[in-house]
């Protein structure tokens, strides 16, 4: 229409992210706390709101007081935007990562998921039950990683992220030690972590997957009778 002002050109850093962007910047993150730049509350923190980011302005303040390679982080346009606040975690309250060597499923379940340390060793057993190990936002603190399984009328689940080598060396008897089907394709590089998997599975199964990054969980709001459910 003729007297209508023209429209400027898209403020570069209001557009969205894509979820190679969130993975890229959550490995910086992952990398700095391995270097001892940020502590494990810290790390939890940035990493939720680097999943949850909308546009690029949001993975600014994520990055901006960390080192990291070029191109190892998306090239977060920032010039003339204020950078906003972190995005808040969950509850207000960063949950603390903790280290775990054990997994234990006796007619039960067992999950390790989210940020959480993992040494150069960890044993899971399963029997008649379930143990999930997910590696995807873990802290590692050895360059390899030795996961020793054991398993009977059991399942036992290893993910890992794109970036991590895996090596399955386990037996399967009358059951399945395997390197499943991957949903993400492997980045391996002279940096990725070495997760090396061995054991037994005895009528069993211990499967270990590559795939993408978890998605944020979403929060509903109720009235009295409807509390919040994550």
């Excluded at 969205?16 to 494990?40: F, I, K, N, P």
Aim: aromatic letters at 4%.
């Amino acid at each position: 229409m003729e007297g209508s002002p023209v429209p400027g050109p898209p403020d570069p850093a209001r557009l969205r992210v894509s979820d190679a962007d969130r993975h890229r910047t959550a490995e910086v993150l992952r990398e700095a706390a391995g270097e001892g730049r940020l502590d494990l509350d810290e790390l939890a923190e940035r990493l939720e709101a680097a999943y949850a980011a909308k546009v690029y302005a949001d993975l600014v303040p994520l990055l901006a007081d960390l080192p990291h390679a070029p191109g190892a982080a998306p090239a977060v346009p920032t010039a003339g935007v204020p950078a906003p606040a972190p995005a808040p975690v969950a509850g207000g309250v960063p949950v603390p990562a903790q280290r775990h060597d054990l997994s234990v499923a006796i007619m039960s379940g067992c999950e390790r998921r989210g940020v959480w340390e993992v040494g150069a060793t960890h044993q899971a057993y399963a029997v008649m039950g379930g143990v999930e190990i997910d590696l995807r936002e873990a802290v590692f603190t050895s360059r390899e990683t030795v996961i020793s399984c054991g398993a009977f009328w059991a399942g036992i689940d290893i993910i890992v992220n794109e970036r991590t080598q895996v090596v399955v060396d386990g037996i399967g008897i009358m059951g399945a030690f395997e390197h499943g089907r991957d949903t993400v394709e492997a980045r391996i590089d002279a940096d990725s972590p070495v997760v090396r998997v061995k054991g037994v599975a005895l009528m069993a199964g211990v499967t270990v997957t590559r795939k993408g990054p978890r998605k944020p969980r979403r929060r509903l709001r109720g009235g009295p009778d409807n509390p919040q459910l994550s």
